[in-house]
């Protein structure tokens, strides 16, 4: 995979560039599969303990489901593979571990926007992480993004309050933490299934809601460059920690 001179001019003016067909047919499949039974599991789990809301996660409406490489090694394949080398190194550098994964996944229904946030002000101001520089989420679509299924905005840096960490703080009723809250709407990414998303974890971004008749998947993956402390440092390292490419080179 070649990241071209264009692409890496937008992710170091703008905060993001965008990889098409990122993942193969026969990929994107396996992909799909094992994110539909992860939210099938996570219905029946929050079904079961009689709950409509866990943190972010809302029954029949949204899900976050975090880490499934670790139930579902298949995973690795994408998470760890020389694509990924690629864009780590045109972004972060020759060094990348993996920070952390998950499963986004947007039901049918008019209240799964998602605020304007930085995915670095989650780590801190919900998670608990201590001051950072930048990593990366790769945001890969499962599924056609529009407008209509809820697909993400992002607020370009040339746009942006701040190219920096902007505190965030927490919404009960949007379940959300929030970033920003001008008016500038951001440029809306529509993009086909297998695209993948590259943006810095300072770029504001945002998503609205599924008005269709069908769930609207995505897949995060991020790397960081360097790994990086809890703010309370006996809770150790904060992100997952599995190295991907050491000086350059993809470890096996």
């Given at each position: 995979?070649?990241?071209?001179?264009?692409?890496?001019?937008?992710?170091?003016?703008?905060?993001?560039?965008?990889?098409?067909?990122?993942?193969?047919?026969?990929?994107?499949?396996?992909?799909?599969?094992?994110?539909?039974?992860?939210?099938?599991?996570?219905?029946?789990?929050?079904?079961?303990?009689?709950?409509?809301?866990?943190?972010?996660?809302v029954l029949?409406?949204?899900?976050?489901?975090?880490?499934?490489?670790?139930?579902?090694?298949?995973?690795?394949?994408?998470?760890?593979?020389?694509?990924?080398?690629?864009?780590?190194?045109?972004?972060?550098?020759?060094?990348?571990?993996?920070?952390?994964?998950?499963?986004?996944?947007?039901?049918?229904?008019?209240?799964?926007?998602?605020?304007?946030?930085?995915?670095?002000?989650?780590?801190?101001?919900?998670?608990?992480?201590?001051?950072?520089?930048?990593?990366?989420?790769?945001?890969?679509?499962?599924?056609?993004?529009?407008?209509?299924?809820?697909?993400?905005?992002?607020?370009?840096?040339?746009?942006?309050?701040?190219?920096?960490?902007?505190?965030?703080?927490?919404?009960?009723?949007?379940?959300?933490?929030v970033g920003?809250?001008?008016?500038?709407?951001?440029?809306?990414?529509?993009?086909?299934?297998?695209?993948?998303?590259?943006?810095?974890?300072?770029?504001?971004?945002?998503?609205?809601?599924?008005?269709?008749?069908?769930?609207?998947?995505?897949?995060?993956?991020?790397?960081?460059?360097?790994?990086?402390?809890?703010?309370?440092?006996?809770?150790?390292?904060?992100?997952?920690?599995?190295?991907?490419?050491?000086?350059?080179?993809?470890?096996?």
């Amino acid at each position: 995979m070649n990241i071209t001179r264009d692409q890496l001019k937008q992710y170091r003016h703008e905060g993001f560039m965008i990889v098409p067909k990122f993942l193969e047919n026969e990929e994107l499949e396996m992909v799909r599969n094992i994110c539909d039974t992860k939210v099938a599991e996570t219905e029946k789990d929050m079904s079961k303990r009689g709950v409509e809301k866990d943190r972010i996660n809302v029954l029949g409406k949204k899900y976050f489901i975090h880490q499934p490489h670790k139930t579902h090694p298949r995973l690795e394949n994408i998470i760890f593979n020389n694509k990924v080398a690629e864009v780590c190194k045109a972004t972060i550098g020759d060094t990348a571990f993996l920070h952390s994964e998950q499963f986004v996944v947007k039901m049918t229904d008019s209240n799964t926007n998602f605020a304007w946030h930085q995915d670095s002000g989650y780590s801190v101001y919900q998670g608990g992480a201590e001051q950072h520089k930048p990593y990366l989420t790769c945001w890969i679509a499962l599924d056609d993004m529009s407008e209509e299924n809820g697909t993400i905005s992002v607020l370009p840096f040339s746009r942006s309050p701040s190219r920096k960490l902007i505190k965030h703080i927490w919404d009960d009723d949007l379940s959300a933490m929030v970033g920003y809250d001008g008016d500038d709407e951001g440029d809306l990414v529509e993009v086909p299934a297998g695209t993948l998303v590259a943006f810095s974890s300072f770029l504001l971004h945002k998503s609205g809601a599924n008005s269709t008749d069908r769930p609207r998947r995505s897949y995060f993956i991020a790397f960081t460059p360097e790994l990086f402390l809890h703010s309370d440092e006996s809770k150790g390292v904060y992100s997952s920690g599995e190295p991907v490419i050491i000086d350059g080179q993809l470890v096996d």
